[in-house]
């Protein structure tokens, strides 16, 4: 049932992406400032309970919606689980701003590519040069595919559709507060970040594990092992390094925002390996999906 759920909304956003997704997307970020609005003090302990106010409404009422409708029927239940997963899910999205970035380089629209990629991360990126664009870009694809997709999957399989929310809003606001406390603005957004980062520990190796199997697997388990503890976050930093080494591409390194440490082998991302990239996305996700399929088959059987 779950796979049929990942399958029909994967198709779904393919064939009719979701129009009011920004709008979605603003509304969760409207209720997150009511929230902090009326709950920073700016103490570690107003950030825990905000975020419990804010992740546990969303997800008891998904929870509860669900329950009762599997309660009725089992395909009132996969309807809606499909439906919270065709608005959680972002992949269309991710490849929507991918493909855009590759067009405008490979026009010659230096400019453009810049304003797509500074759209797409949320920060200026005026200084860079095409092959920084091409490489930016490639890291800011794996890392939407596992934040937006993969992610969203692994919590969705084990808890089903509140799973799935849960993981979509614990990756919002660390984002929107955890940054900023990462950043050492103020305690309120701790939580945020720390809660995130153990929700995030599994499904980040799943899908460091997944681009490792795909692409060179003996670079990307060797750039896992060798670079990624020289990334922050660390959850990022075991992303790019083993889908550096499954592409045989550097990351990293300077990107307009500081100096960063240089991540997988061969040579340099570039434009030309940005098909390289989203072919190795793509693959990774036919990979969970098979797997999802043979552990949803097999647990039918028994």
Same mark, same amino acid.
């Given at each position: 049932?779950?796979?049929?759920?990942?399958? @029909?909304?994967? @198709?779904?956003?393919?064939?009719?992406?979701?129009?009011?997704?920004?709008?979605?997307?603003? !509304?969760?970020?409207?209720?997150?400032?009511?929230?902090?609005?009326?709950?920073?003090?700016?103490?570690?302990?107003?950030?825990?309970?905000?975020?419990?106010?804010?992740?546990?409404?969303?997800?008891?009422?998904? *929870?509860?919606? $669900?329950?009762?409708? #599997?309660?009725?029927?089992?395909?009132?239940?996969?309807?809606?689980?499909?439906?919270?997963?065709?608005?959680?899910?972002?992949?269309?999205?991710?490849?929507?701003?991918?493909?855009?970035?590759?067009?405008? !380089?490979?026009?010659?629209?230096?400019?453009?590519?810049? =304003?797509?990629?500074?759209?797409?991360?949320?920060?200026?990126? /005026?200084?860079?040069?095409?092959?920084?664009?091409?490489?930016?870009?490639?890291?800011?694809? !794996?890392? +939407?595919?596992?934040?937006?997709?993969?992610?969203?999957?692994?919590? $969705?399989?084990?808890?089903?559709?509140?799973?799935?929310?849960?993981?979509?809003?614990? /990756?919002?606001?660390?984002?929107? #507060?955890? %940054?900023?406390?990462?950043?050492?603005?103020?305690?309120?957004?701790?939580?945020?970040?720390?809660?995130?980062?153990?929700?995030?520990?599994?499904?980040?190796?799943?899908?460091?594990?997944?681009? *490792?199997?795909?692409?060179?697997?003996?670079?990307?388990?060797?750039?896992? %092992?060798?670079?990624?503890?020289? #990334?922050?976050?660390?959850? =990022?930093?075991?992303?790019?390094?083993?889908?550096?080494?499954?592409?045989?591409?550097? !990351?990293?390194?300077?990107?307009?925002?500081? +100096?960063?440490?240089?991540?997988?082998?061969?040579?340099?991302?570039?434009?030309?390996?940005?098909?390289?990239?989203?072919?190795?996305?793509?693959?990774?996700?036919?990979?969970?999906?098979?797997?999802?399929?043979?552990?949803?088959?097999?647990?039918?059987?028994?």
């Amino acid at each position: 049932m779950k796979f049929l759920a990942l399958l @029909v909304a994967l @198709v779904l956003e393919q064939v009719r992406p979701l129009r009011e997704r920004e709008r979605v997307d603003r !509304l969760l970020r409207d209720y997150a400032a009511f929230v902090e609005r009326h709950s920073n003090a700016g103490e570690y302990r107003h950030g825990l309970l905000a975020w419990i106010a804010f992740v546990g409404s969303i997800a008891a009422a998904t *929870a509860i919606v $669900f329950q009762a409708l #599997w309660a009725m029927s089992a395909f009132l239940g996969l309807l809606w689980s499909i439906a919270v997963l065709y608005v959680t899910l972002g992949f269309r999205r991710s490849s929507d701003h991918f493909a855009e970035i590759e067009q405008a !380089l490979r026009a010659g629209d230096l400019d453009t590519a810049r =304003e797509s990629l500074a759209k797409w991360r949320g920060a200026s990126l /005026a200084d860079l040069g095409s092959g920084d664009v091409a490489r930016a870009a490639i890291e800011q694809g !794996l890392l +939407s595919a596992h934040r937006q997709v993969f992610g969203t999957m692994a919590w $969705f399989i084990v808890f089903g559709p509140a799973g799935a929310v849960v993981y979509h809003l614990a /990756a919002l606001l660390d984002e929107i #507060w955890g %940054r900023r406390a990462d950043a050492g603005a103020d305690a309120f957004g701790r939580f945020a970040a720390r809660a995130f980062y153990w929700i995030d520990w599994v499904p980040a190796r799943l899908t460091a594990a997944g681009l *490792a199997v795909v692409g060179n697997f003996e670079d990307a388990v060797y750039c896992w %092992r060798m670079q990624a503890s020289a #990334w922050t976050p660390q959850a =990022e930093g075991i992303i790019l390094a083993s889908g550096a080494g499954a592409l045989g591409v550097r !990351l990293g390194g300077p990107d307009g925002s500081g +100096s960063r440490p240089e991540l997988g082998t061969g040579a340099e991302a570039d434009i030309d390996r940005m098909p390289d990239a989203a072919g190795l996305i793509w693959k990774a996700l036919v990979l969970w999906l098979f797997v999802i399929l043979v552990v949803s088959v097999a647990y039918v059987l028994g």
